[in-house]
């Protein structure tokens, strides 16, 4: 969960798939400090000592944060002020997701594949097919 060794790790790997030796699997770490799902609070398979320790311990915007200022890459209201900056981006875009309408039905099938691939619907009308674009399904909306 180190950011830079992951930055380096992909940029490893991209120069390598570049350089035609062909493709890279990269495995990543990461833990969840809140459970599964809504009815999964995590906490009947572990204590909530263990979920602070790894917070406290090997939490990635943490320890990225400590490296800024450690190295005095940047202070701690610069940081604060960068903090203000993500959270009003973050509310920005809830707002407009929140504001926004759907989008149409046919849009579920854009922008699948590479390729024009029929994508079959749960129901026949609610399919697509290729070179009829989205229109059959646009007929159930």
């Known amino acids: 969960m180190d950011v830079l060794a992951v930055k380096a790790a992909s940029q490893f790997a991209v120069d390598y798939a570049r350089s035609g030796k ?5 495995e990543m770490e990461t833990y969840r400090y809140l459970g599964h799902s809504m009815s999964d609070p995590g906490t009947s398979y572990r204590t ?3 979920v602070g320790n790894m917070r406290k311990t090997r939490d990635p915007i943490s320890q ?3 490296r800024l200022l450690v190295n005095d890459i940047a202070t701690k209201d610069e940081i604060l002020e960068i903090n203000k900056q993500v959270k009003a981006e973050v509310d920005e875009a809830v707002q407009f997701a929140t504001d926004d309408e759907f989008p149409p039905p046919a849009d579920l099938y854009s922008h699948i594949y590479v390729e024009d691939t029929p994508v079959r619907g749960v129901e026949l009308s609610n399919s697509y097919a290729p070179g009829q674009g989205a229109k059959a399904a646009n007929q159930k909306q």
Do not use: S
Request: aromatic fraction near 0%; hydrophobic fraction near 35%; charge should be negative.
């Open 22 to 26: 062909g493709p890279v699997v990269m």
């Open 48 to 50: 909530q000592d263990e």
């Open 64 to 66: 990225i944060r400590e």
